[in-house]
């Protein structure tokens, strides 16, 4: 294909990539859930299901690393570099406080339309022993996949700033469909994985974020399970409220997180991604 050529797809197909993406992204999701859908017996179907998510991980960076920089030169301002480890431990620690807090957002917003019934959670052993194989692939396989597709490929084609924030609340509202009972909260955890992207130009540390969400629904669903403490749940729009004791937990580590990450920006972080400038 000639370069006259190439521009000439470029032009057509990058105000189309944010669908794009989005409809790739979902065709792997469905693709990886089919081993579950066929109802595959026990951890087999899980493990295939893994098998399918790391085979989707790949094609997508293939397409990242490969096809992407051919058809977008912009692609070139956020390469998959290493990210630095400590900034990612550091988002990790601050993800259960921002998952708390987009609780209660979604709870406040919710509360202004009708009324919210609460209900105690009650998550038996039983089931959270099941759960927890599918847990996996949602802490350490999903978020690679998700992001990769609804942030890397959708938003890094466009250079200037604008462009790329519109893009972010569009494949925030995608997003948010995508996840349908849970559709405010998927948004409020979109626009904020898209904002990172954006300013540190390194999808990895959205990843961290993202894992560390769905880490917490995890371990807040094993504190319910082993009766170490309370929460509160509703399911249309999911939303979970811990109680004091996990809300003081998630401070901690949060303002310890803030420090591992703080302790970088100045020098290291600062420098790689140039500062929230526009291009």
Not at 90 to 106: E, H, N, R, S
Not at 193 to 201: H, P
Not at 208 to 216: F, K, R, Y
Not at 242 to 256: M, Q, R
Request: proline letters at 6%.
């Amino acid at each position: 294909m000639t370069t006259s050529n190439m521009s000439k797809l470029s032009s057509v197909l990058k105000p189309l990539m944010p669908l794009l993406a989005t409809a790739y992204g979902v065709a792997l999701i469905y693709v990886t859930a089919l081993p579950l859908d066929r109802n595959i017996p026990g951890i087999w179907g899980e493990l295939l299901s893994w098998l399918l998510t790391i085979a989707g991980i790949g094609l997508t960076l293939f397409l990242v690393f490969r096809v992407e920089p051919k058809m977008f030169p912009a692609v070139k301002q956020f390469p998959l570099r290493r990210p630095m480890f400590r900034v990612i431990a550091g988002v990790l620690l601050i993800a259960p406080l921002w998952f708390i807090t987009k609780g209660y957002i979604v709870y406040g917003l919710t509360s202004l339309v009708h009324t919210v019934q609460m209900d105690p959670l009650n998550y038996p052993m039983s089931e959270l022993r099941e759960d927890l194989l599918a847990s996996v692939h949602a802490v350490l396989l999903a978020p690679i996949l998700e992001e990769l597709c609804f942030r890397q490929m959708a938003i890094s084609p466009f250079r200037r700033r604008g462009a790329q924030i519109t893009v972010c609340v569009v494949m925030a509202i995608l997003f948010g469909i995508l996840h349908i009972r849970n559709f405010p909260g998927a948004f409020l955890d979109a626009i904020i994985y898209g904002v990172i992207f954006i300013w540190s130009r390194n999808i990895w540390y959205s990843i961290a974020l993202h894992a560390g969400v769905n880490l917490t629904s995890t371990l807040l669903a094993v504190y319910c399970g082993w009766g170490l403490g309370n929460l509160q749940m509703t399911n249309t729009p999911v939303i979970i409220l811990p109680d004091t004791k996990a809300i003081a937990g998630s401070i901690v580590l949060a303002i310890v997180g803030v420090l591992l990450i703080t302790r970088f920006l100045p020098s290291k972080l600062q420098h790689q991604t140039g500062g929230f400038h526009c291009l």
